[in-house]
Protein backbone atom coordinates (compact mmCIF):
# COMPACT_ATOMS: atom_id res chain seq x y z
CA UNK A 1 0.00 0.00 0.00
CA UNK A 2 1.00 3.72 -0.98
CA UNK A 3 0.34 4.87 2.34
CA UNK A 4 2.45 2.90 4.41
CA UNK A 5 5.78 4.21 2.83
CA UNK A 6 6.54 7.25 6.06
CA UNK A 7 7.11 9.78 2.63
CA UNK A 8 3.16 9.31 1.76
CA UNK A 9 2.29 9.62 5.30
CA UNK A 10 3.77 12.73 5.21
CA UNK A 11 2.81 13.92 2.23
CA UNK A 12 -0.86 13.20 3.53
CA UNK A 13 -0.33 14.91 6.66
CA UNK A 14 1.21 17.89 4.97
CA UNK A 15 -2.18 17.80 2.52
CA UNK A 16 -4.52 17.65 5.49
CA UNK A 17 -2.84 20.47 7.60
CA UNK A 18 -2.03 22.62 4.70
CA UNK A 19 -6.34 22.03 3.81
CA UNK A 20 -7.31 22.94 7.58
CA UNK A 21 -4.93 25.91 7.31
CA UNK A 22 -6.51 27.01 4.21
CA UNK A 23 -10.04 26.38 5.27
CA UNK A 24 -9.53 28.29 8.83
CA UNK A 25 -7.64 30.92 6.98
CA UNK A 26 -10.16 30.96 4.02
CA UNK A 27 -13.07 31.50 6.58
CA UNK A 28 -11.26 34.07 8.41
CA UNK A 29 -10.41 35.89 4.86
CA UNK A 30 -14.13 35.45 3.68
CA UNK A 31 -15.36 36.79 6.61
CA UNK A 32 -13.21 40.19 6.80
CA UNK A 33 -13.68 40.50 2.97
CA UNK A 34 -17.10 39.98 3.17
CA UNK A 35 -17.52 43.12 5.79
CA UNK A 36 -14.95 44.75 3.98
CA UNK A 37 -17.49 44.43 0.75
CA UNK A 38 -20.30 45.47 2.45
CA UNK A 39 -18.62 48.70 3.80
CA UNK A 40 -17.17 49.37 0.48
CA UNK A 41 -20.95 48.67 -1.01
CA UNK A 42 -22.27 50.98 1.67
CA UNK A 43 -20.17 53.71 0.98
CA UNK A 44 -21.16 53.58 -2.77
CA UNK A 45 -24.49 53.18 -1.82
CA UNK A 46 -24.18 56.11 0.61
CA UNK A 47 -23.00 58.10 -2.65
CA UNK A 48 -25.01 57.30 -5.12
CA UNK A 49 -28.42 58.10 -2.40
CA UNK A 50 -26.16 61.27 -1.13
CA UNK A 51 -25.99 62.30 -4.97
CA UNK A 52 -29.66 61.42 -5.57
CA UNK A 53 -30.97 63.29 -2.10
CA UNK A 54 -29.07 66.34 -3.39
CA UNK A 55 -30.70 66.53 -6.79
CA UNK A 56 -34.15 66.14 -5.38
CA UNK A 57 -33.30 68.40 -2.69
CA UNK A 58 -31.62 71.26 -5.30
CA UNK A 59 -35.00 70.90 -7.26
CA UNK A 60 -37.87 71.37 -4.41
CA UNK A 61 -35.69 73.96 -2.30
CA UNK A 62 -36.17 75.82 -5.69
CA UNK A 63 -40.01 75.19 -5.61
CA UNK A 64 -40.26 75.99 -1.94
CA UNK A 65 -38.14 78.95 -2.89
CA UNK A 66 -40.44 80.32 -5.32
CA UNK A 67 -43.41 79.84 -3.05
CA UNK A 68 -42.14 81.19 -0.23
CA UNK A 69 -41.72 84.35 -2.62
CA UNK A 70 -45.10 84.28 -3.97
CA UNK A 71 -46.70 84.36 -0.65
CA UNK A 72 -44.21 87.94 0.31
CA UNK A 73 -45.74 89.47 -2.79
CA UNK A 74 -49.19 88.24 -1.81
CA UNK A 75 -48.92 89.56 1.94
CA UNK A 76 -49.95 93.50 0.01
CA UNK A 77 -50.78 92.20 -3.67
CA UNK A 78 -53.40 90.13 -2.56
CA UNK A 79 -56.16 92.07 -5.53
CA UNK A 80 -53.27 90.85 -7.90
CA UNK A 81 -53.21 87.63 -7.18
CA UNK A 82 -54.78 85.99 -10.24
CA UNK A 83 -52.38 87.60 -12.16
CA UNK A 84 -49.09 87.30 -10.35
CA UNK A 85 -49.57 83.45 -10.23
CA UNK A 86 -50.15 83.24 -13.40
CA UNK A 87 -46.57 84.99 -14.03
CA UNK A 88 -45.05 82.80 -11.72
CA UNK A 89 -46.53 79.68 -13.09
CA UNK A 90 -45.51 80.64 -16.57
CA UNK A 91 -42.29 81.63 -15.53
CA UNK A 92 -41.50 78.04 -13.67
CA UNK A 93 -42.41 75.69 -16.18
CA UNK A 94 -41.52 72.18 -13.79
CA UNK A 95 -44.53 73.77 -11.46
CA UNK A 96 -47.97 71.91 -12.52
CA UNK A 97 -49.93 74.45 -10.80
CA UNK A 98 -50.44 77.41 -8.13
CA UNK A 99 -52.80 78.46 -5.70
CA UNK A 100 -53.38 81.44 -4.10
CA UNK A 101 -56.02 80.97 -1.40
CA UNK A 102 -56.78 83.64 1.31
CA UNK A 103 -59.21 82.99 4.39
CA UNK A 104 -62.39 84.42 2.79
CA UNK A 105 -63.52 88.04 4.40
CA UNK A 106 -67.26 86.33 4.39
CA UNK A 107 -68.55 83.49 3.33
CA UNK A 108 -71.86 84.38 2.14
CA UNK A 109 -70.09 86.93 -0.18
CA UNK A 110 -67.14 84.87 -1.73
CA UNK A 111 -65.28 85.84 -4.71
CA UNK A 112 -63.06 84.11 -7.28
CA UNK A 113 -60.22 86.52 -6.54
CA UNK A 114 -60.47 84.58 -2.90
CA UNK A 115 -58.80 81.24 -4.12
CA UNK A 116 -57.67 81.93 -7.69
CA UNK A 117 -55.51 78.90 -8.98
CA UNK A 118 -53.27 79.03 -12.52
CA UNK A 119 -52.92 75.42 -13.94
CA UNK A 120 -50.92 73.54 -16.70
CA UNK A 121 -52.29 71.72 -18.76
CA UNK A 122 -50.82 68.93 -20.58
CA UNK A 123 -50.31 70.80 -23.75
CA UNK A 124 -48.63 73.39 -21.83
CA UNK A 125 -50.99 76.32 -21.68
CA UNK A 126 -51.64 77.92 -18.63
CA UNK A 127 -55.61 78.19 -17.57
CA UNK A 128 -56.73 79.72 -14.50
CA UNK A 129 -59.49 78.95 -12.18
CA UNK A 130 -60.47 79.29 -8.33
CA UNK A 131 -60.58 77.07 -5.28
CA UNK A 132 -64.45 77.83 -5.13
CA UNK A 133 -65.02 74.82 -7.77
CA UNK A 134 -63.25 72.46 -5.33
CA UNK A 135 -65.94 69.77 -4.03
CA UNK A 136 -65.31 71.21 -0.52
CA UNK A 137 -65.01 74.14 0.74
CA UNK A 138 -60.82 74.78 0.85
CA UNK A 139 -60.92 76.80 3.89
CA UNK A 140 -61.62 74.03 5.72
CA UNK A 141 -59.81 71.22 4.07
CA UNK A 142 -56.47 70.10 5.36
CA UNK A 143 -54.33 71.08 3.05
CA UNK A 144 -55.39 74.94 3.51
CA UNK A 145 -55.48 74.25 7.58
CA UNK A 146 -51.70 72.95 7.33
CA UNK A 147 -50.51 76.00 4.92
CA UNK A 148 -51.51 78.90 7.29
CA UNK A 149 -49.71 76.93 10.38
CA UNK A 150 -46.84 76.65 7.81
CA UNK A 151 -44.74 80.39 8.08
CA UNK A 152 -41.49 78.87 6.20
CA UNK A 153 -43.35 76.57 4.42
CA UNK A 154 -43.50 73.02 4.42
CA UNK A 155 -44.37 69.76 2.02
CA UNK A 156 -48.20 69.06 1.81
CA UNK A 157 -48.81 64.97 1.68
CA UNK A 158 -48.73 63.56 -2.16
CA UNK A 159 -52.44 62.88 -3.28
CA UNK A 160 -53.36 61.84 -6.96
CA UNK A 161 -55.14 64.24 -8.67
CA UNK A 162 -57.67 62.50 -10.80
CA UNK A 163 -57.79 66.03 -13.67
CA UNK A 164 -53.89 64.69 -14.65
CA UNK A 165 -53.96 61.25 -13.76
CA UNK A 166 -50.59 61.65 -11.83
CA UNK A 167 -49.42 62.31 -8.34
CA UNK A 168 -48.69 65.49 -7.12
CA UNK A 169 -46.78 67.18 -4.23
CA UNK A 170 -47.65 70.64 -2.88
CA UNK A 171 -45.32 73.26 -1.22
CA UNK A 172 -47.93 75.64 1.06
CA UNK A 173 -46.64 78.81 2.79
CA UNK A 174 -48.89 80.88 4.92
CA UNK A 175 -49.48 84.36 3.47
CA UNK A 176 -49.09 86.95 6.42
CA UNK A 177 -51.31 90.22 6.43
CA UNK A 178 -50.60 93.73 7.62
CA UNK A 179 -53.19 93.49 10.67
CA UNK A 180 -53.49 89.68 10.83
CA UNK A 181 -50.75 87.22 11.61
CA UNK A 182 -52.07 85.23 8.62
CA UNK A 183 -54.53 85.81 5.91
CA UNK A 184 -54.40 82.75 3.38
CA UNK A 185 -52.23 79.75 2.02
CA UNK A 186 -49.41 80.29 -1.62
CA UNK A 187 -49.29 76.77 -2.78
CA UNK A 188 -47.91 75.09 -5.73
CA UNK A 189 -47.61 71.58 -6.76
CA UNK A 190 -45.14 69.55 -8.65
CA UNK A 191 -45.26 66.43 -10.24
CA UNK A 192 -43.83 63.37 -9.06
CA UNK A 193 -42.95 62.05 -12.22
CA UNK A 194 -39.92 63.92 -12.23
CA UNK A 195 -38.70 62.15 -9.12
CA UNK A 196 -39.46 58.59 -10.96
CA UNK A 197 -37.33 59.95 -13.67
CA UNK A 198 -34.87 61.19 -11.56
CA UNK A 199 -34.34 57.77 -10.24
CA UNK A 200 -34.18 56.55 -13.70
CA UNK A 201 -31.21 58.40 -14.39
CA UNK A 202 -28.70 57.51 -11.36
CA UNK A 203 -25.73 55.92 -12.35
CA UNK A 204 -26.42 52.78 -9.65
CA UNK A 205 -25.15 49.14 -9.92
CA UNK A 206 -27.11 47.47 -12.19
CA UNK A 207 -28.37 45.13 -9.52
CA UNK A 208 -29.65 47.93 -7.60
CA UNK A 209 -33.23 50.01 -7.48
CA UNK A 210 -33.68 52.85 -5.52
CA UNK A 211 -36.88 54.61 -4.39
CA UNK A 212 -37.96 57.37 -2.33
CA UNK A 213 -40.63 57.06 0.75
CA UNK A 214 -42.40 59.46 2.39
CA UNK A 215 -42.68 59.66 6.20
CA UNK A 216 -45.83 57.35 6.11
CA UNK A 217 -44.02 54.93 4.31
CA UNK A 218 -45.33 54.91 0.99
CA UNK A 219 -43.33 55.16 -1.61
CA UNK A 220 -43.56 57.98 -3.72
CA UNK A 221 -41.41 56.79 -6.22
CA UNK A 222 -39.63 53.26 -7.24
CA UNK A 223 -37.60 51.79 -9.72
CA UNK A 224 -40.34 49.46 -9.56
CA UNK A 225 -43.17 51.32 -11.06
CA UNK A 226 -45.60 48.39 -9.27
CA UNK A 227 -44.73 49.76 -5.71
CA UNK A 228 -45.57 53.51 -6.61
CA UNK A 229 -48.19 54.96 -4.12
CA UNK A 230 -48.43 51.30 -1.80
CA UNK A 231 -46.31 51.22 1.31
CA UNK A 232 -43.11 49.72 2.01
CA UNK A 233 -42.91 46.15 3.97
CA UNK A 234 -42.79 45.46 7.66
CA UNK A 235 -39.32 44.98 8.40
CA UNK A 236 -38.71 47.82 6.11
CA UNK A 237 -41.44 50.10 7.89
CA UNK A 238 -39.49 49.06 11.12
CA UNK A 239 -35.96 49.71 9.98
CA UNK A 240 -36.82 53.90 9.11
CA UNK A 241 -38.89 53.81 12.38
CA UNK A 242 -35.96 53.12 14.57
CA UNK A 243 -33.48 54.79 11.97
CA UNK A 244 -31.06 51.68 10.95
CA UNK A 245 -28.68 52.15 8.51
CA UNK A 246 -28.34 49.89 6.37
CA UNK A 247 -30.62 46.96 6.89
CA UNK A 248 -30.62 43.77 6.14
CA UNK A 249 -34.17 42.36 4.72
CA UNK A 250 -35.10 38.61 3.95
CA UNK A 251 -38.26 36.86 2.46
CA UNK A 252 -38.31 35.21 5.62
CA UNK A 253 -39.11 38.34 8.00
CA UNK A 254 -41.56 39.04 5.66
CA UNK A 255 -40.29 41.59 3.20
CA UNK A 256 -41.47 42.27 -0.36
CA UNK A 257 -38.20 40.47 -1.84
CA UNK A 258 -37.66 37.51 -3.01
CA UNK A 259 -33.91 36.72 -1.77
CA UNK A 260 -32.02 38.41 0.74
CA UNK A 261 -31.36 42.53 0.01
CA UNK A 262 -29.35 45.50 1.52
CA UNK A 263 -31.60 48.68 1.92
CA UNK A 264 -29.04 51.70 2.77
CA UNK A 265 -31.30 54.95 3.71
CA UNK A 266 -30.21 58.73 3.08
CA UNK A 267 -32.83 61.57 4.49
CA UNK A 268 -33.70 63.86 2.12
CA UNK A 269 -33.69 67.50 3.87
CA UNK A 270 -36.18 69.64 4.07
CA UNK A 271 -38.95 66.94 3.68
CA UNK A 272 -40.41 63.93 5.72
CA UNK A 273 -38.68 61.90 2.56
CA UNK A 274 -36.41 59.43 2.60
CA UNK A 275 -34.51 58.44 -0.36
CA UNK A 276 -32.84 54.25 -0.49
CA UNK A 277 -30.84 51.84 -2.43
CA UNK A 278 -31.74 48.40 -2.81
CA UNK A 279 -29.20 45.98 -3.65
CA UNK A 280 -29.49 42.14 -3.26
CA UNK A 281 -26.77 40.83 -1.18
CA UNK A 282 -26.23 38.07 -3.93
CA UNK A 283 -25.29 40.44 -6.62
CA UNK A 284 -23.58 42.33 -3.86
CA UNK A 285 -21.64 39.45 -2.42
CA UNK A 286 -21.18 38.25 -6.27
CA UNK A 287 -17.81 39.39 -6.76
CA UNK A 288 -16.61 38.25 -3.49
CA UNK A 289 -18.02 35.04 -4.19
CA UNK A 290 -16.24 34.53 -7.57
CA UNK A 291 -13.16 35.88 -6.21
CA UNK A 292 -13.18 33.34 -2.91
CA UNK A 293 -13.46 30.56 -5.47
CA UNK A 294 -10.80 31.42 -7.64
CA UNK A 295 -8.46 31.35 -4.63
CA UNK A 296 -9.71 28.54 -2.95
CA UNK A 297 -8.75 27.19 -6.46
CA UNK A 298 -5.35 28.36 -6.26
CA UNK A 299 -5.67 27.05 -2.83
CA UNK A 300 -6.02 23.25 -3.91
CA UNK A 301 -3.71 24.16 -6.40
CA UNK A 302 -1.12 25.07 -4.27
CA UNK A 303 -1.65 22.40 -2.02
CA UNK A 304 -1.22 19.80 -4.41
CA UNK A 305 1.89 21.52 -5.58
CA UNK A 306 3.18 21.28 -2.30
CA UNK A 307 2.40 17.82 -0.90
CA UNK A 308 3.46 16.83 -4.77
CA UNK A 309 6.96 18.59 -3.77
CA UNK A 310 6.87 17.08 -0.43
CA UNK A 311 5.99 13.42 -1.61
CA UNK A 312 9.40 14.06 -3.91
CA UNK A 313 11.60 15.31 -2.00
CA UNK A 314 10.34 13.00 1.43
CA UNK A 315 10.81 9.62 -0.66
CA UNK A 316 14.45 11.14 -1.97
CA UNK A 317 15.54 11.81 1.83
CA UNK A 318 13.35 8.38 3.10
CA UNK A 319 15.36 6.52 -0.10
CA UNK A 320 17.88 5.25 2.26
CA UNK A 321 15.84 4.27 4.63
CA UNK A 322 13.71 1.59 2.46
CA UNK A 323 17.00 0.10 1.84
CA UNK A 324 17.83 -0.19 5.40
CA UNK A 325 14.21 -1.65 6.26
CA UNK A 326 15.23 -4.42 4.02
CA UNK A 327 18.47 -4.60 5.28
CA UNK A 328 16.95 -5.10 8.57
CA UNK A 329 14.86 -7.95 7.46
CA UNK A 330 17.72 -9.30 6.02
CA UNK A 331 19.40 -9.57 9.32
CA UNK A 332 16.28 -10.95 11.01
CA UNK A 333 16.95 -13.78 8.69
CA UNK A 334 20.54 -13.81 9.58
CA UNK A 335 21.73 -12.83 6.17
CA UNK A 336 24.12 -9.95 7.20
CA UNK A 337 26.05 -10.43 3.21
CA UNK A 338 24.77 -7.55 2.01
CA UNK A 339 26.41 -3.77 0.84
CA UNK A 340 24.60 -0.46 2.08
CA UNK A 341 24.54 2.56 0.00
CA UNK A 342 27.60 4.69 0.53
CA UNK A 343 26.34 7.85 1.83
CA UNK A 344 28.54 10.98 2.77
CA UNK A 345 25.85 12.93 4.54
CA UNK A 346 25.93 14.10 7.70
CA UNK A 347 22.66 14.28 8.81
CA UNK A 348 20.38 11.86 10.90
CA UNK A 349 20.09 9.31 7.96
CA UNK A 350 23.48 9.31 7.31
CA UNK A 351 24.37 8.98 10.51
CA UNK A 352 21.78 5.66 11.02
CA UNK A 353 23.23 4.21 7.60
CA UNK A 354 26.85 4.20 8.85
CA UNK A 355 25.82 3.17 12.53
CA UNK A 356 23.68 0.26 10.79
CA UNK A 357 26.56 -0.84 9.11
CA UNK A 358 28.84 -0.25 11.73
CA UNK A 359 26.62 -2.66 14.00
CA UNK A 360 26.26 -4.87 11.00
CA UNK A 361 29.64 -5.96 11.05
CA UNK A 362 29.72 -5.91 14.71
CA UNK A 363 26.84 -8.56 14.97
CA UNK A 364 28.74 -10.45 12.36
CA UNK A 365 31.57 -11.18 14.38
CA UNK A 366 29.72 -11.91 17.39
CA UNK A 367 27.95 -14.38 15.55
CA UNK A 368 31.38 -15.92 14.48
CA UNK A 369 32.49 -16.05 17.71
CA UNK A 370 29.20 -17.52 18.99
CA UNK A 371 29.66 -19.96 16.63
CA UNK A 372 33.10 -20.89 17.85
CA UNK A 373 32.26 -20.68 21.14
CA UNK A 374 29.65 -23.30 20.06
CA UNK A 375 31.17 -25.15 17.83
CA UNK A 376 33.71 -25.49 20.91
CA UNK A 377 31.49 -25.78 23.67
CA UNK A 378 30.18 -28.98 21.79
CA UNK A 379 33.61 -30.61 20.90
CA UNK A 380 34.01 -30.07 25.05
CA UNK A 381 30.70 -31.45 25.79
CA UNK A 382 31.75 -34.43 23.41
CA UNK A 383 34.95 -34.62 25.49
CA UNK A 384 33.29 -34.65 28.33
CA UNK A 385 31.19 -37.46 27.44
CA UNK A 386 33.99 -39.47 26.55
CA UNK A 387 35.70 -38.93 29.84
CA UNK A 388 32.59 -39.89 31.39
CA UNK A 389 32.36 -42.76 29.55
CA UNK A 390 36.48 -43.85 30.62
CA UNK A 391 35.30 -42.40 34.02
CA UNK A 392 32.35 -44.81 34.44
CA UNK A 393 34.18 -47.76 32.81
CA UNK A 394 37.14 -47.64 35.26
CA UNK A 395 34.78 -48.32 37.93
CA UNK A 396 32.83 -51.69 38.64
CA UNK A 397 29.59 -52.67 38.47
CA UNK A 398 27.68 -51.07 40.28
CA UNK A 399 26.29 -54.40 42.05
CA UNK A 400 27.91 -57.40 42.96
CA UNK A 401 27.31 -60.46 45.20
CA UNK A 402 30.11 -63.18 46.39
CA UNK A 403 29.25 -66.99 44.75
CA UNK A 404 28.31 -68.38 48.61
CA UNK A 405 26.12 -65.48 48.72
CA UNK A 406 27.80 -64.08 51.82
CA UNK A 407 28.78 -61.28 50.52
CA UNK A 408 26.95 -58.31 48.45
CA UNK A 409 27.44 -55.23 47.56
CA UNK A 410 25.60 -52.29 46.12
CA UNK A 411 27.20 -49.29 44.64
CA UNK A 412 26.29 -45.47 43.23
CA UNK A 413 28.10 -42.84 41.12
CA UNK A 414 26.52 -39.39 40.61
CA UNK A 415 28.60 -36.78 39.46
CA UNK A 416 28.21 -32.96 40.23
CA UNK A 417 28.89 -32.25 36.40
CA UNK A 418 29.68 -35.07 33.42
CA UNK A 419 32.55 -35.82 35.29
CA UNK A 420 33.34 -36.00 38.62
CA UNK A 421 35.86 -36.56 41.26
CA UNK A 422 34.29 -38.81 43.55
CA UNK A 423 34.87 -42.90 43.33
CA UNK A 424 33.87 -46.33 44.27
CA UNK A 425 35.99 -49.71 43.47
CA UNK A 426 36.02 -53.40 44.58
CA UNK A 427 37.92 -55.93 43.60
CA UNK A 428 39.09 -59.60 44.95
CA UNK A 429 42.46 -60.04 46.58
CA UNK A 430 43.21 -63.33 46.41
CA UNK A 431 40.50 -66.13 46.59
CA UNK A 432 39.35 -64.81 50.58
CA UNK A 433 39.21 -61.05 50.68
CA UNK A 434 37.58 -58.10 48.74
CA UNK A 435 38.91 -54.48 48.90
CA UNK A 436 36.11 -52.05 48.37
CA UNK A 437 37.02 -48.34 48.33
CA UNK A 438 35.30 -44.97 48.63
CA UNK A 439 36.81 -41.83 48.10
CA UNK A 440 36.29 -37.73 47.05
CA UNK A 441 39.18 -35.99 45.01
CA UNK A 442 39.99 -32.48 46.53
CA UNK A 443 38.65 -31.01 42.97
CA UNK A 444 35.88 -30.90 40.73
CA UNK A 445 36.03 -31.96 36.73
CA UNK A 446 38.28 -33.19 34.26
CA UNK A 447 41.23 -33.04 37.16
CA UNK A 448 39.67 -34.58 39.30
CA UNK A 449 38.05 -37.31 37.07
CA UNK A 450 42.00 -38.02 35.73
CA UNK A 451 42.96 -37.74 39.59
CA UNK A 452 40.25 -40.09 40.10
CA UNK A 453 41.21 -42.51 37.61
CA UNK A 454 44.50 -42.81 38.70
CA UNK A 455 43.78 -43.22 41.65
CA UNK A 456 41.82 -46.19 40.94
CA UNK A 457 44.27 -47.65 38.27
CA UNK A 458 47.13 -47.29 41.07
CA UNK A 459 44.79 -48.88 43.99
CA UNK A 460 44.40 -52.04 42.16
CA UNK A 461 47.77 -52.42 41.05
CA UNK A 462 48.95 -51.50 44.78
CA UNK A 463 46.66 -53.69 46.54
CA UNK A 464 47.45 -57.16 44.86
CA UNK A 465 50.81 -57.05 46.98
CA UNK A 466 48.99 -55.89 50.22
CA UNK A 467 47.19 -57.60 52.57
CA UNK A 468 45.37 -54.88 54.75
CA UNK A 469 43.85 -51.72 53.84
CA UNK A 470 47.08 -49.86 55.66
CA UNK A 471 49.40 -50.98 53.42
CA UNK A 472 47.47 -50.25 50.77
CA UNK A 473 46.48 -46.92 51.45
CA UNK A 474 50.37 -46.08 52.05
CA UNK A 475 51.58 -46.85 49.17
CA UNK A 476 48.80 -45.39 46.95
CA UNK A 477 49.64 -42.49 49.34
CA UNK A 478 53.48 -42.92 48.69
CA UNK A 479 52.52 -43.03 44.69
CA UNK A 480 49.82 -39.94 44.41
CA UNK A 481 52.51 -37.63 45.93
CA UNK A 482 54.74 -38.52 42.86
CA UNK A 483 54.88 -35.56 40.81
CA UNK A 484 51.74 -34.42 42.62
CA UNK A 485 52.66 -30.56 41.78
CA UNK A 486 49.53 -29.21 41.56
CA UNK A 487 48.68 -30.74 45.68
CA UNK A 488 45.74 -32.33 44.38
CA UNK A 489 44.88 -35.08 47.11
CA UNK A 490 42.22 -37.49 47.33
CA UNK A 491 40.08 -38.43 50.84
CA UNK A 492 39.90 -42.74 50.58
CA UNK A 493 38.23 -45.01 52.66
CA UNK A 494 39.63 -48.41 51.95
CA UNK A 495 38.22 -51.75 53.47
CA UNK A 496 39.11 -55.19 53.61
CA UNK A 497 36.40 -58.09 53.62
CA UNK A 498 37.50 -61.77 54.49
CA UNK A 499 34.99 -63.71 52.58
CA UNK A 500 35.01 -66.68 54.65
CA UNK A 501 34.39 -64.63 58.15
CA UNK A 502 32.96 -61.35 57.71
CA UNK A 503 36.22 -59.78 59.40
CA UNK A 504 36.58 -56.43 57.91
CA UNK A 505 39.53 -54.03 58.01
CA UNK A 506 38.84 -50.50 57.37
CA UNK A 507 41.40 -47.86 56.93
CA UNK A 508 40.79 -44.18 56.43
CA UNK A 509 42.48 -41.03 54.49
CA UNK A 510 40.66 -38.30 55.91
CA UNK A 511 37.64 -39.76 54.65
CA UNK A 512 34.16 -39.60 55.81
CA UNK A 513 33.34 -42.12 58.78
CA UNK A 514 31.28 -45.38 57.45
CA UNK A 515 27.97 -46.14 58.89
CA UNK A 516 26.92 -49.35 60.57
CA UNK A 517 23.70 -50.80 60.31
CA UNK A 518 22.96 -53.56 62.45
CA UNK A 519 20.47 -54.75 64.81
CA UNK A 520 17.92 -52.34 63.30
CA UNK A 521 19.84 -49.62 64.45
CA UNK A 522 22.52 -46.94 62.61
CA UNK A 523 25.97 -45.47 64.12
CA UNK A 524 29.32 -43.96 63.05
CA UNK A 525 32.42 -46.67 63.14
CA UNK A 526 34.90 -44.65 64.64
CA UNK A 527 37.82 -44.92 62.36
CA UNK A 528 40.71 -43.45 63.23
CA UNK A 529 41.65 -41.51 59.80
CA UNK A 530 45.45 -40.60 58.54
CA UNK A 531 45.79 -37.10 55.76
CA UNK A 532 44.26 -37.77 52.59
CA UNK A 533 46.38 -39.40 50.16
CA UNK A 534 48.75 -37.41 47.84
CA UNK A 535 50.11 -35.03 50.51
CA UNK A 536 52.36 -36.47 52.95
CA UNK A 537 54.59 -39.28 51.84
CA UNK A 538 55.28 -40.29 55.26
CA UNK A 539 51.75 -40.88 56.76
CA UNK A 540 50.34 -43.47 58.71
CA UNK A 541 47.08 -45.07 58.20
CA UNK A 542 45.21 -46.93 61.60
CA UNK A 543 43.41 -50.06 61.46
CA UNK A 544 40.18 -50.22 62.38
CA UNK A 545 38.63 -54.37 62.75
CA UNK A 546 35.13 -55.59 63.55
CA UNK A 547 33.40 -58.67 62.30
CA UNK A 548 29.95 -58.22 60.59
CA UNK A 549 27.57 -60.73 61.88
CA UNK A 550 24.60 -61.77 59.58
CA UNK A 551 22.79 -58.99 58.35
CA UNK A 552 24.79 -56.08 58.87
CA UNK A 553 25.56 -54.04 56.94
CA UNK A 554 28.02 -50.84 56.22
CA UNK A 555 27.67 -48.06 54.32
CA UNK A 556 30.65 -46.10 52.90
CA UNK A 557 29.96 -42.27 50.94
CA UNK A 558 31.35 -39.30 50.41
CA UNK A 559 31.03 -35.65 51.08
CA UNK A 560 28.73 -35.10 48.63
CA UNK A 561 25.95 -36.72 50.85
CA UNK A 562 27.03 -35.43 54.38
CA UNK A 563 27.49 -31.81 53.21
CA UNK A 564 24.39 -31.55 50.55
CA UNK A 565 22.30 -28.82 51.30
CA UNK A 566 19.33 -26.41 49.60
CA UNK A 567 18.56 -23.37 49.74
CA UNK A 568 18.31 -22.46 53.45
CA UNK A 569 22.32 -23.72 52.96
CA UNK A 570 21.99 -26.02 56.13
CA UNK A 571 23.73 -29.46 55.97
CA UNK A 572 21.98 -32.89 55.38
CA UNK A 573 24.99 -34.01 58.44
CA UNK A 574 25.64 -37.41 60.14
CA UNK A 575 22.56 -36.73 62.13
CA UNK A 576 20.03 -37.47 59.15
CA UNK A 577 22.13 -39.85 57.23
CA UNK A 578 22.02 -41.87 60.52
CA UNK A 579 18.44 -41.12 60.50
CA UNK A 580 18.12 -42.29 56.92
CA UNK A 581 20.04 -45.59 57.66
CA UNK A 582 18.10 -46.57 61.04
CA UNK A 583 14.95 -46.25 59.11
CA UNK A 584 15.96 -49.41 56.81
CA UNK A 585 14.30 -53.01 57.84
CA UNK A 586 16.74 -55.24 58.97
CA UNK A 587 17.40 -57.82 55.82
CA UNK A 588 17.61 -55.68 53.86
CA UNK A 589 19.54 -55.41 50.61
CA UNK A 590 22.12 -53.03 50.06
CA UNK A 591 20.82 -51.41 47.20
CA UNK A 592 17.62 -50.72 49.31
CA UNK A 593 20.18 -48.65 51.76
CA UNK A 594 22.13 -46.84 48.56
CA UNK A 595 18.23 -46.42 47.07
CA UNK A 596 16.90 -44.88 50.29
CA UNK A 597 19.56 -42.46 50.98
CA UNK A 598 19.82 -40.99 47.77
CA UNK A 599 16.31 -40.59 47.90
CA UNK A 600 16.51 -39.26 51.58
CA UNK A 601 19.63 -36.49 50.01
CA UNK A 602 17.32 -35.38 47.17
CA UNK A 603 14.11 -34.99 49.10
CA UNK A 604 15.78 -32.37 51.56
CA UNK A 605 17.68 -30.77 48.88
CA UNK A 606 14.33 -30.36 47.15
CA UNK A 607 15.48 -30.50 43.39
CA UNK A 608 18.37 -27.70 44.05
CA UNK A 609 21.17 -28.26 41.51
CA UNK A 610 23.82 -30.75 42.92
CA UNK A 611 26.47 -28.98 45.38
CA UNK A 612 29.43 -31.79 45.38
CA UNK A 613 29.21 -35.12 43.47
CA UNK A 614 28.05 -38.25 45.59
CA UNK A 615 29.80 -41.60 45.77
CA UNK A 616 27.76 -44.90 47.84
CA UNK A 617 28.66 -48.17 48.72
CA UNK A 618 26.66 -50.29 50.89
CA UNK A 619 28.27 -53.79 51.88
CA UNK A 620 26.13 -56.84 53.35
CA UNK A 621 26.92 -59.26 55.53
CA UNK A 622 24.39 -62.10 54.69
CA UNK A 623 26.19 -64.97 56.64
CA UNK A 624 23.17 -65.93 59.52
CA UNK A 625 24.51 -68.43 60.57
CA UNK A 626 28.20 -67.26 61.98
CA UNK A 627 27.76 -66.93 65.79
CA UNK A 628 29.77 -64.98 68.58
CA UNK A 629 30.71 -62.06 69.67
CA UNK A 630 31.59 -58.68 67.44
CA UNK A 631 35.12 -58.05 67.29
CA UNK A 632 35.62 -54.12 67.52
CA UNK A 633 39.47 -53.44 67.90
CA UNK A 634 42.30 -50.68 66.17
CA UNK A 635 45.60 -51.26 65.38
CA UNK A 636 48.18 -49.30 64.80
CA UNK A 637 50.95 -50.28 62.21
Known amino acids: MALRSVASRLALAVLLGSAIVLIVTGGLLLTHTREQTLGQTEREAAAIASSAANRIQARIDGVAKVDQVLAGLLTTRREQ ?51 LSDPAPYWSSPWFIRGLNCDKGCWQPPFRSAERNETLVGFSTAIAGKNLPVIGVADVTISLDWLQKLLGELDKPDHASAFVVDADGKFLAHDWVSYIGTRGSRPLLAALAAK ?90 GDLDFELPVLRRNDEVGRLTRAFDHMRHQLAGHIDTAKRTAREQERMASELEIARQIQLALIPDAHWLADDGRLELHAALRPASAVGGDLYTYFALGARHVCVMVGDVSDKGIPAALFMARTITLARTIATHARSPSDILGSLNRELCKGN ?153
Open 81 to 131: APAIIRDVLEANPEIGDISAAFVPHDHSTLRPEDAPVARRNPAGGIVMGTR
Open 244 to 333: RNPVRITPEEGGRVSEPVWIYFVPIEGTRWTFGLNMPERQVLADLRHTYMVDILLGILALAGVSLITLVVTRRLMAPLGVLAERAENVSR
Open 485 to 637: DTCMFVTLLCGVVETETGLLALASAGHEQPVLHAGGSAILVDVETGPALGLDREARYPVRVLTLLGGDTVLMYTDGVSEAHAGNQKLYGAHALLESVSRIEEGATPEAFVDRVLSDVDAYVEGAVAYDDIALLALTWHDTGAEGARLDAAVHS
